[in-house]
């Protein structure tokens, strides 16, 4: 068995979410369905719809998703039209979206898929435990551009993570943006049990909150966490263990919280997964530097990182010095679907 389905089958459902625009996502879902032929029963979702079948931007046709025989597919109703595979509906979802109901069917041929699914969190983890019930070994759920949260512990139980060159012409930066995304969606999680019963209570009931030493708890009054650097500082003394955040967290917010007080350093900043950060290199770094520590309260599982040298916009990078690049900067497997290693 190939060794990226064999790290898959350890798990019920996978994400596969790209890095950006053409760096091999469906590449990637296209090996993983070839591999899984005649030996793995899946079923197969998408988050939206992750485009045309021609790139605008350069022209180059885009590869299509192919299935075989038996795959259970939960796709949008105008997709499925657009479909070339003999089906057998299933059942209709009750979940609606710009390209109509979402459809389960199963594949009686051979064929093309068009996949097209929910944008919402909870509407994808219905999907997916339906797919689930109709016995399917492992769910994938194709990943959209951006949409990141599809890599949340609620939704799936491990993700794969799709990088190339279409994501910048300089192989370092590349390099170093795949490093931090994987850093983020892989923030360490908390342990101890009060903790995580009392910050679970906070996001039940609000978005912000802190939890002191003795392990009570304080909801803080704000409209959403991005504008909240204030407020935070405002609670903060020498009692509080935890900041608890519901949502984003960004640049702007670290930023304002390290400008105002020092006091951060004792706190453990804790948010719901790594999928909910929007902060850049540098001010992460900076943050951790300084004395701040953040933990997550749903742990993400990226299993292994997939790389693609190639880039539709006329360039590529050394394929051998990219993935020794990427293998030295990450601690999982990095492995490059299109030339097979």
């Not at 091999?24 to 079923?43: P, Q």
């Not at 009686?108 to 929910?118: E, R």
Request: glycine share 8%.
């Amino acid at each position: 068995m190939n060794e990226i389905l064999k790290m898959l089958r350890s798990y019920r459902s996978v994400s596969i979410i790209g890095m950006n625009k053409n760096v091999g996502k469906t590449t990637t879902l296209n090996h993983i369905l070839n591999e899984a032929r005649g030996t793995v029963s899946l079923g197969l979702t998408s988050i939206g719809r992750d485009g045309e079948e021609l790139d605008r931007v350069t022209a180059t046709e885009k590869p299509r998703i192919y299935i075989e025989k038996g795959t259970t597919i939960a796709t949008a109703k105008h997709c499925l039209l657009n479909s070339d595979f003999t089906r057998e509906i299933i059942s209709t979802t009750g979940i609606h979206t710009p390209m109509g109901e979402i459809v389960i069917c199963r594949a009686l041929s051979d064929g093309y898929v068009d996949l097209g699914g929910p944008s919402v969190n909870s509407y994808m983890t219905d999907i997916k435990n339906q797919l689930l019930k109709l016995n399917c070994d492992l769910v994938i759920i194709d990943g959209a551009l951006s949409r990141k949260t599809f890599a949340a512990p609620q939704v799936c139980e491990a993700t794969v993570l799709a990088t190339g060159a279409a994501l910048s012409r300089s192989m370092t930066a590349v390099i170093k943006e795949t490093k931090h995304t994987l850093d983020l969606l892989s923030l360490p999680n908390e342990q101890e049990p009060q903790t995580i019963k009392a910050a679970t209570k906070i996001i039940d009931e609000g978005i912000i909150g802190t939890i002191n030493k003795d392990g009570s708890y304080k909801i803080v009054e704000v409209l959403t966490a991005l504008e909240a650097a204030k407020e935070i500082v405002e609670t903060l003394d020498e009692e509080v263990s935890h900041v608890v955040i519901k949502g984003a967290v960004s640049d702007k917010l670290l930023e304002g919280i390290m400008t105002s007080t020092n006091l951060y350093k004792n706190v453990t900043f804790l948010v719901e997964d790594g999928t909910k950060l929007f902060v850049s290199r540098d001010t992460l770094y900076k943050f951790q530097k300084q004395g701040g520590t953040i933990k997550v309260l749903g742990k993400i599982t990226v299993v292994c990182i997939t790389a693609n040298p190639k880039s539709p916009y006329g360039y590529e990078f050394p394929k051998d010095k990219f993935l020794e690049g990427l293998r030295a900067a990450v601690n999982i497997p990095v492995f490059d679907v299109l030339g097979g290693e």
